[in-house]
């Protein structure tokens, strides 16, 4: 080789060292820019990991970061309300450059994904006027999810999704350099465009017109685990359900046939938490150690994180009083070896429909999916559904509004027999209300920042679970007493 390099005219041979050294230089450029992973940025705190931690999920879920800057400032008439993204009901603190359950890493640019805190962080206030109290491993029960999943992708399909758009409001915020300027333009602006416009068809059914909507606080999870995970096609089931707590999580036990998410539907807590994190990532991890890492620390932190105490007063001896009644109508199984087991629906008889979007089919094939990637857990309950697990009561003051379904606004409301329990109210306030323990749900100003729930609908019945309904008025008020102390 470098004999007949030696052999050809000098002309030749400074032409060939200028193109290869051309090529390294655009070669070491397209990787520095497109491809380089950068370290993720590391956290002492593990409040602080869990809100803006990397799980990885930037790779392949990520957009990129100046794209995801200007979006609402363009497309701000296809946001829900006024104030950006936390029109959609994510928190963002003080200070923060990104809303809770946000990252942001550099893999050749700056790319934004999520993590579980922006599902698992709940938000109260105690009146109207005062600041959030935010509670990560809580439930976002304001995040409208299925209004953020449409405004990307009805951006992506807007004109405006143009260089031309997008180019002068990305120079207005970033000072970028001539070469990251004809990335944002020439590759970066149309990839993603495209990207997200391929996501539509997986998307396909949370524009249909015959379901209603989620609402603030839920997503269709086992729909979402089987369009992108396992991509079979459209089917017409239908499931929303509450974001769930996850604190706590080392009182699921395995040995005693414990079962997670709403419907029992997998093993483990180790289990939930891989099939979370993939969904999240949207593809096979590229470092498996790394991703296991994520996991392994995950895991510890939520099965030892306490649920929070109820932030008001209690009284006691009312308290003391609704602990009999407790033992009484409950306890079977809420505080019993039925806890964190599935109870039969005709024991239970709410709504059936979360129950029905997911099967032992659907289990069965998203297990292989994880197997192939050589990823170990106990996985998906391979065993037709057939009710719901009676779950652990820990911190349920903050769980609002209860149910798999998010269909009854307050614990008083669950004690009311279901004919008398609201039928319409609106969820994803943040006002808190100690009296009836959940939150406000009427109002102007509930009507304002929430989205209506209307029980007639589709998936949304409040029926069922009329357990301690026969009560006393006065027993109902004792038993909602001490339920704010567990
Ligand atoms: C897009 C919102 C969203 C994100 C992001 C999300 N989750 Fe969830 N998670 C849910 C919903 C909704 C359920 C309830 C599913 C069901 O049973 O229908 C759930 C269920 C769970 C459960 C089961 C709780 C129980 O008591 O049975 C655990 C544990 C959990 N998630 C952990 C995680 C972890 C860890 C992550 C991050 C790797 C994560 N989730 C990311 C929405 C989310
Ligand atoms: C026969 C078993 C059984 C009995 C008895 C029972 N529950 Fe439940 N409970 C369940 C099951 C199962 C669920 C989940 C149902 C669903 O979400 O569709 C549940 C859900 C709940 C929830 C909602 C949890 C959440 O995260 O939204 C609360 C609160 C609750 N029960 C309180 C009570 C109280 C108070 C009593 C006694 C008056 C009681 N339960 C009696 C089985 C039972």
Redesign the pocket.
């Known amino acids: 080789m470098i004999k007949i390099f030696r052999r050809l005219p000098r002309w030749l041979q400074l032409t060939g060292i200028v193109l290869l050294t051309l090529a390294v230089v655009v070669g070491y450029i397209g990787w520095d820019r497109f491809l380089r992973v950068y370290p993720e940025q590391q956290f002492d705190d593990p409040v602080e990991r869990f809100k803006y931690g990397s799980?990885g999920a930037e790779q392949d879920a990520g957009i990129p970061y100046w794209i995801f800057y200007v979006l609402p400032r363009v497309f701000a008439d296809k946001l829900p309300g006024p104030g950006g993204y936390a029109s959609f009901g994510v928190a963002w603190e003080p200070g923060k450059e990104l809303p809770i359950g946000f990252t942001k890493r550099r893999i050749g640019f700056d790319r934004v994904a999520?993590?579980?805190a922006?599902?698992?962080t709940a938000s109260y206030r105690t009146q109207h006027n005062a600041s959030p109290v935010l509670v990560p491993t809580g439930p976002n029960h304001t995040l409208d999810?299925e209004a953020f999943f449409r405004f990307l992708v009805d951006c992506a399909k807007d004109p405006r999704f143009h260089p031309d758009t997008l180019m002068p409001e990305i120079n207005l915020a970033a000072d970028l350099d001539w070469i990251d300027r004809l990335a944002y333009r020439y590759l970066i602006i149309p990839i993603t465009r495209k990207r997200l416009i391929e996501r539509e068809q997986q998307f396909e059914w949370i524009y249909r017109h015959d379901f209603p909507e989620w609402g603030r606080g839920?997503?269709d999870?086992?729909n979402l685990t089987k369009y992108f995970m396992i991509r079979w096609p459209m089917d017409d089931s239908f499931g929303p359900?509450?974001?769930?707590s996850?604190w706590n999580?080392g009182k699921?036990r395995h040995e005693l046939d414990h079962r997670?998410?709403?419907?029992g539907?997998s093993h483990d807590?180790y289990s939930?938490?891989i099939d979370?994190?993939l969904?999240?990532m949207g593809a096979e991890p590229k470092d498996k150690d790394d991703f296991l890492g994520h996991i392994d620390w995950?895991h510890d932190y939520?099965s030892n994180k306490p649920a929070p105490n109820y932030p008001f007063e209690i009284d006691q001896a009312k308290a003391a009083h609704g602990a009999r009644l407790f033992t009484q109508h409950c306890a079977a199984c809420h505080t019993s070896e039925r806890t964190g087991t599935i109870i039969p629906l005709a024991e239970i008889g709410t709504d059936r429909e979360?129950m029905d979007t997911w099967n032992e089919k659907a289990a069965a094939e998203a297990n292989r999916v994880v197997e192939d990637m050589d990823i170990e857990r106990r996985g998906l309950v391979e065993a037709p559904m057939s009710g719901y697990?009676a779950q652990f009561l820990d911190g349920i003051w903050l769980r609002a509004p209860y149910l798999?379904n998010g269909s009854v606004p307050t614990l008083h409301d669950l004690l009311l027999p279901p004919a008398e329990r609201p039928q319409q109210f609106y969820r994803g306030y943040d006002v808190y209300d100690p009296g009836r323990v959940g939150y406000v749900t009427s109002g102007a100003e509930a009507q304002r920042a929430g989205t209506l729930h209307d029980t007639s609908e589709r998936a949304n019945s409040a029926q069922g679970h009329d357990f301690g309904t026969a009560l006393a008025d006065d027993e109902r008020w004792a038993l909602v007493e001490y339920l704010k102390t567990l």
């Open positions: 799980i999520n993590n579980c922006v599902c698992h999810l839920r997503d999870a086992m359900t509450d974001m769930p996850i999580l699921y997670m998410n709403f419907a539907d807590a939930v938490i979370s994190a969904g999240l995950l939520l979360r697990v798999h």
